[in-house]
């Protein structure tokens, strides 16, 4: 999954189950503010995922996001 790589190679989060499989929803544990990563997102037309903990976010990745929207969303999350 190229969101799940790209984000978790900028640092600062990771799977939240990293032994369970998924197809293209997974949970992410993060050490960034996520209401302001949402805000930002949102701002420029994306839509990050569900935060769903003070420390968790619900991503989703399919056909439908390009690596162009992904690496717009990583960006936004290593600006943080």
Do not use: H, W
Request: net charge negative.
């Amino acid at each position: 999954n190229y969101l799940l790589q790209r984000i978790t190679a900028a640092g600062g989060c990771r799977l939240k189950y990293p032994q369970e499989p998924f197809l293209n929803e997974f949970l992410l544990e993060t050490d960034c503010d996520i209401d302001l990563f949402v805000n930002r997102s949102i701002e420029v037309g994306i839509l990050p995922g569900i935060k769903v903990g003070p420390n968790l976010i619900l991503m989703a990745a399919t056909e439908m996001q390009t690596r162009q929207d992904v690496d717009r969303l990583v960006e936004i999350y290593k600006s943080l």
